[in-house]
């Protein structure tokens, strides 16, 4: 639009066609270039100071043995940066000590992945019990890979030179470093080196290209605006044509137009440029000046808005863009998780299944339930092994305070929620220093060597720990996690339905499902397994695989304990919003990796769908390509006969499946997800929810 009153503007400035005081265009055309221009200065500007800020604001560094003050661009890799409580970190660092005894700290990454709940990180296992000092001395080799931007993945290794330790290589993940952007909370100091600065860290690698700031409004009016001028240049030809012939064969015996007989070699331009001058009104410069001003205003309106207003935090609504509102105008899907944005992410322990016993059933909390009380006091065998993976198989980090209360920092509410009920049934975790924890179980304190964890991936979908017992040496392998990943792992002669009963239960309840089990293991399996896993896990390629691959081979055989099942409730409103923006015309998408019954009735609370008789749930499913094929073609004719009906109609899909179909039936899925409203996909990964969220950008 602008280059078209530019060109309208530049026409004006030859007095030959125009009739008009070409400032009538000039100004206000100057005037909308002029406050533009300003607000884009003013914007880079504010972004030149922050950065200005950034790269000056000084921070402490040991050089060579010698602690230091620079400045943040200043930073080499190499290089020990030590932080202080509240600080940024100003590059990415990998954690070489801090001031908790346990060795790790906490980070509020919000800058970084949105995420508001603070995350553990740990030291390596060679700089546990370092002191200051000899933090300034220390000398090592990090061997880490190219620069990248995955915030959830760093496989390095570490190799400290004598005398911190003998050589020794130790393999680092993400639990090890600081990134860029985040926050040391809750720790008075922490130190580590820089291995990527600049642009080269993972939040300078995130950052691309700037996108053009078009709204959908302000595209749709430079297309009507080019078909507009398209039509102009039709309508100018034709009276240009048409003026010159008359201009030649009539005009010039006018007595009253005084048309010289010869004219410039530019003369059969000037009647059709005063024609494109005539027809500039099609497109009025005061639509650019009107639409600026109404968007200014309802920005302004955003921000006066009493009912967007948080008393909690005290934070009024703020539109940090004018365009915001006619972009939030022409929303037509949302795509939304379930824990955090559905629901409050404070999760509560309410049911489980030991043995194939549930408790919690009668009276909707398993602490409360007085069979369970008995089983504890009774020290029953299998009760008290599904206590102890609770307490042990997490990477809750124990807090005592001065007054001797314990409390537990945990980056996962599920941990959390299983550790606090842990502690309420009497196996207490108290403490845990380098690689040795504590519990307390009825007063019997309980000591156990953590000889390995093998921490959780959205692939395997399950984290397990291996322990050796103090009081008598034998080791033991402790394992929780998804009943899809953990059932296949159970010994074929124990007999799991009562579990698998009870985990549908709880899923149809709404309640977030962990199975749990146990395996004893020989000294010899355990050493030979362990030469393996201390190989894959310190492989720079491939290493995630590897380490999975050496993992199943541990993972194996497993005693069946039973099931937890663990509420978070939705938050307050959730059920009504959604079903305004549903009558609003606006369809919902639902990524979550719950199991189906649990993801079915979080939708049905969240009014996501319409129960039966009023609403109908399509099922694609299978176990191979040709059965998800007949499914998705099954549904797909379902849901366009049911697109001419009155009728809720809604699909649910599961991970495995929705990877089958986008391989091998993208099109056939996309003209489902065009005629459904409401689309459930459950157990999906975070790289699928990933995926899924680009196909719908590239579908609109």
Request: net charge negative.
């Given at each position: 639009?602008?280059?078209?009153?530019?060109?309208?503007?530049?026409?004006?400035?030859?007095?030959?066609?125009?009739?008009?005081?070409?400032?009538?265009?000039?100004?206000?055309?100057?005037?909308?270039?002029?406050?533009?221009?300003?607000?884009?200065?003013?914007?880079?500007?504010?972004?030149?100071?922050?950065?200005?800020?950034?790269?000056?604001?000084?921070?402490?560094?040991?050089?060579?043995?010698?602690?230091?003050?620079?400045?943040?661009?200043?930073?080499?890799?190499?290089?020990?940066?030590?932080?202080?409580?509240?600080?940024?970190?100003?590059?990415?660092?990998?954690?070489?000590?801090?001031?908790?005894?346990?060795?790790?700290?906490?980070l509020e990454t919000a800058a970084l992945d949105g995420e508001t709940d603070l995350k553990t990180r740990v030291i390596p296992p060679p700089c546990a019990g370092l002191t200051p000092d000899l933090l300034h001395k220390i000398k090592g080799v990090i061997?880490?890979?190219?620069?990248?931007?995955?915030?959830?993945?760093?496989?390095?290794?570490?190799?400290?030179?004598?005398?911190?330790?003998?050589?020794?290589?130790?393999?680092?993940?993400?639990?090890?470093?600081?990134?860029?952007?985040?926050?040391?909370?809750?720790t008075e100091w922490a130190c580590g080196v820089a291995v990527y600065t600049g642009n080269e860290t993972k939040l300078g690698m995130t950052r691309g290209l700037p996108e053009p700031k078009l709204t959908a409004v302000d595209a749709m009016i430079d297309k009507l605006t080019g078909a507009i001028f398209l039509f102009q240049l039709v309508v100018v030809v034709i009276l240009g044509v048409a003026g010159n012939v008359w201009k030649s064969s009539e005009a010039r015996k006018k007595w009253y137009v005084q048309y010289p007989k010869e004219g410039p070699w530019y003369d059969f331009i000037v009647i059709p440029?005063?024609?494109?001058?005539?027809?500039?009104?099609?497109?009025?410069?005061?639509?650019?000046?009107?639409?600026?001003?109404?968007?200014?205003?309802?920005?302004?309106?955003?921000?006066?808005?009493?009912?967007?207003?948080?008393?909690?935090?005290?934070?009024?609504?703020?539109?940090?863009?004018?365009?915001?509102?006619?972009?939030?105008?022409?929303?037509?899907?949302?795509?939304?998780?379930?824990?955090?944005?559905?629901?409050?992410?404070?999760?509560?322990?309410?049911?489980?299944?030991?043995?194939?016993?549930?408790?919690?059933?009668?009276?909707?909390?398993?602490?409360?339930?007085?069979?369970?009380?008995r089983a504890i006091a009774n020290k029953v065998p299998?009760?008290?092994?599904?206590?102890?993976?609770?307490?042990?198989?997490?990477?809750?980090?124990?807090?005592?305070?001065?007054?001797?209360?314990?409390?537990?920092?945990?980056?996962?509410?599920?941990?959390?929620?299983?550790?606090?009920?842990?502690?309420?049934l009497h196996m207490v975790l108290t403490s845990k220093t380098g690689n040795f924890l504590d519990m307390n179980f009825n007063g019997l304190v309980l000591r156990y060597e953590i000889l390995d964890t093998l921490e959780f991936t959205s692939d395997r979908k399950c984290m397990s720990v291996v322990v050796r017992d103090c009081q008598n040496g034998r080791i033991m392998l402790l394992s929780k996690g998804a009943d899809e990943a953990i059932?296949?792992?159970?010994?074929?002669?124990?007999?799991?339905?009562?579990?698998?009963?009870?985990?549908?239960?709880?899923?149809?309840?709404?309640?977030?499902?962990?199975?749990?089990?146990?395996r004893d293991l020989k000294e010899d399996e355990y050493r030979d397994w362990s030469i393996m896993y201390k190989e894959a896990s310190s492989s720079l390629i491939d290493r995630e695989w590897k380490v999975a691959e050496v993992c199943q081979q541990l993972e194996h055989n497993l005693e069946l304990l039973g099931a937890t099942a663990i509420e978070?409730?939705?938050?307050?409103?959730?059920?009504?919003?959604?079903?305004?923006?549903?009558?609003?015309?606006?369809?919902?998408?639902?990524?979550?990796?719950?199991?189906?019954?649990?993801?079915?009735?979080?939708?049905?609370?969240?009014?996501?769908?319409?129960?039966?008789?009023?609403?109908?749930l399509l099922l694609i499913q299978g176990k191979n390509l040709d059965e998800v094929s007949r499914s998705l073609e099954r549904v797909l004719l379902t849901m366009r006969i049911s697109s001419t009906e009155h009728k809720d109609v809604a699909f649910i899909v599961d991970g495995w499946t929705l990877e089958i179909i986008l391989k091998h039936h993208y099109e056939a899925f996309t003209d489902l997800a065009m005629l459904s409203r409401t689309a459930i996909c459950c157990r999906v990964t975070p790289s699928q929810k990933a995926q899924n969220t680009g196909h719908w950008r590239w579908w609109k």
């Open positions: 639009m602008n280059k078209y009153f530019l060109l309208i503007a530049c026409l004006q400035l030859w007095s030959l066609i125009t009739p008009v005081n070409p400032a009538s265009t000039w100004g206000p055309l100057i005037f909308i270039f002029a406050v533009s221009a300003t607000k884009e200065a003013w914007d880079d500007y504010n972004r030149y100071i922050s950065d200005k800020q950034a790269n000056e604001k000084n921070v402490w560094v040991v050089k060579k043995g010698i602690k230091t003050r620079i400045q943040a661009q200043d930073i080499r890799v190499g290089d020990i940066v030590w932080l202080r409580e509240n600080d940024e970190v100003p590059c990415d660092l990998v954690l070489l000590g801090t001031s908790e005894s346990q060795g790790v700290c906490f061997e880490c890979p190219c620069p990248d931007k995955d915030i959830r993945r760093f496989d390095a290794n570490l190799r400290l030179f004598p005398p911190f330790i003998d050589n020794d290589l130790c393999p680092l993940t993400i639990k090890n470093t600081l990134l860029q952007s985040c926050y040391l909370r809750n440029l005063r024609f494109e001058l005539l027809c500039s009104i099609m497109i009025p410069i005061s639509i650019k000046v009107s639409l600026d001003l109404v968007k200014s205003l309802y920005a302004k309106f955003i921000d006066w808005d009493l009912h967007m207003y948080d008393e909690k935090s005290d934070t009024p609504a703020h539109a940090a863009n004018t365009g915001i509102n006619e972009d939030l105008g022409q929303v037509e899907y949302i795509l939304t998780d379930k824990t955090g944005t559905l629901t409050e992410n404070m999760m509560v322990f309410r049911r489980c299944c030991i043995n194939g016993v549930c408790y919690g059933n009668e009276s909707g909390d398993a602490l409360k339930d007085s069979d369970l009380a299998e009760v008290v092994k599904f206590l102890t993976v609770m307490a042990i198989c997490n990477t809750v980090v124990p807090i005592k305070s001065a007054s001797g209360s314990i409390s537990y920092k945990s980056q996962s509410q599920d941990e959390d929620a299983l550790v606090n009920a842990a502690s309420c059932f296949p792992c159970i010994s074929s002669e124990q007999q799991v339905r009562p579990v698998v009963e009870a985990v549908e239960h709880f899923a149809q309840l709404g309640l977030r499902t962990l199975c749990l089990a146990w978070d409730r939705l938050q307050d409103g959730v059920p009504e919003t959604i079903e305004t923006l549903r009558k609003a015309g606006i369809n919902f998408w639902m990524l979550t990796g719950d199991k189906q019954n649990t993801a079915i009735q979080i939708a049905l609370l969240c009014n996501f769908i319409s129960p039966e008789p009023e609403g109908q």
